[in-house]
């Protein structure tokens, strides 16, 4: 059987979940703004909810029709095959987007495809199962989310420091920058060590979505026998590539440190990674070996309202000069003028947002 799915992610990383759905076995992919259409087998579903790191959900498509009034939407709605995602207790959730359309109103469209599912008795449901609706120019497209929770929650970190980037966003990074997964990393601005698990996790081949659950696994057309093959894929030595990569997350707050190295712990990394309190100042790297400097220096929430960065910038890359020169870097950026204070050679990757503040993603060598 054949899916029309959509994987969600945030703009400007497309390029990377296609090169994460190539990986995968997927070849009919097609980059959108804010995700990646592709059609996929139903193991290459289910294994693209556990393996993709940088995509925020995936969502199959389900139906398509023209719908000027609700009387369309309706007829096409009774056509729907909804008893292939909900059980008599499962109910439906709906979230309904419309543009350049005649039918304007969320919440009546949203009534009239309640109607169309039926009575549902959801006592005894975990969760209601999501059904995404999009309706631009009097064109539906309804969608069934295959995921549950949002792929970037991995299931290790249940405590954050202020404005902590998303695991997703952490993951592209990486990739991005082309670390190869055996040279040392460090992170000087780790936080609640985001960066460095994720770097742990993908130098262990881990699947970020080992240890959770998914929506399809609740439909009555989820078939055990193809789950049960994707998963035994997961049974494999999570050791390191050789050689074996060190990781440094350093952070200059005594609470982020300690946050870093609960996260660790729950993700069964700590043995890979060397987490400290330590300022930018103190930051280096092992001796005569080249490695790679990833990092989100702070802006936003994490920092005091008025405060003058550009003297943490021009310590940042005196510093990297002094002790780090030849390593690669990875800046995650608010601000590009801010760049030029670190006096380093970076050039743009990909520009996203991160906490609904946009950012660039820069890299280079010392």
Not at 155 to 182: H, N, P
Request: proline share 6%; charged share 25%; hydrophobic share 40%.
């Amino acid at each position: 059987m054949r899916h029309q799915c959509f994987a969600v992610c945030a703009p400007g990383i497309e390029h990377l979940v296609v090169r994460e759905l190539r990986s995968l076995g997927v070849r009919r992919v097609r980059p959108l703004h804010g995700g990646v259409t592709y059609d996929a087998t139903t193991r290459q579903l289910y294994a693209s909810n556990v393996w993709l790191r940088t995509a925020t959900r995936v969502l199959e498509r389900v139906a398509r029709f023209r719908a000027p009034d609700f009387a369309h939407l309706e007829r096409a709605a009774a056509d729907i095959p909804w008893d292939a995602w909900l059980t008599s207790d499962r109910p439906a959730s709906f979230r309904v987007t419309t543009t350049g359309s005649r039918l304007y109103h969320t919440g009546a469209i949203e009534e009239r495809l309640q109607r169309a599912i039926g009575n549902r008795d959801g006592s005894t449901a975990a969760d209601p199962q999501l059904m995404v609706v999009r309706v631009v120019r009097d064109e539906v497209t309804v969608s069934v989310d295959t995921s549950g929770q949002p792929l970037y929650k991995r299931g290790w970190r249940q405590e954050t420091t202020r404005a902590s980037m998303r695991e997703t966003l952490a993951a592209a990074m990486l990739l991005e920058a082309g670390w190869d997964a055996t040279q040392p990393l460090l992170d000087p601005f780790s936080g609640s060590g985001t960066i460095a698990i994720e770097a742990a996790l993908l130098a262990t081949d881990r699947a970020p979505g080992e240890r959770r659950d998914f929506a399809f696994e609740q439909w009555p057309s989820f078939q055990p026998g193809t789950w049960a093959s994707v998963r035994s894929d997961l049974v494999r030595p999570s050791t390191p590539k050789s050689p074996t990569p060190r990781i440094i997350a350093t952070d200059r707050d005594e609470g982020a440190v300690s946050i870093a190295a609960q996260n660790a712990t729950r993700a069964g990394v700590t043995h890979m990674i060397d987490i400290r309190r330590a300022s930018v100042s103190e930051m280096s790297g092992p001796p005569d070996i080249v490695g790679w400097v990833v990092t989100d220096p702070p802006y936003g929430r994490r920092v005091s309202k008025g405060a003058d960065r550009r003297d943490l910038f021009a310590r940042f890359g005196d510093v990297a000069r002094m002790n780090l020169a030849g390593w690669n870097v990875g800046l995650l950026v608010d601000d590009l003028r801010l760049v030029g204070h670190a006096h380093l050679e970076l050039s743009e990757r990909f520009r996203t947002d991160n906490g609904g503040i946009p950012v660039r993603y820069l890299t280079g060598r010392v």
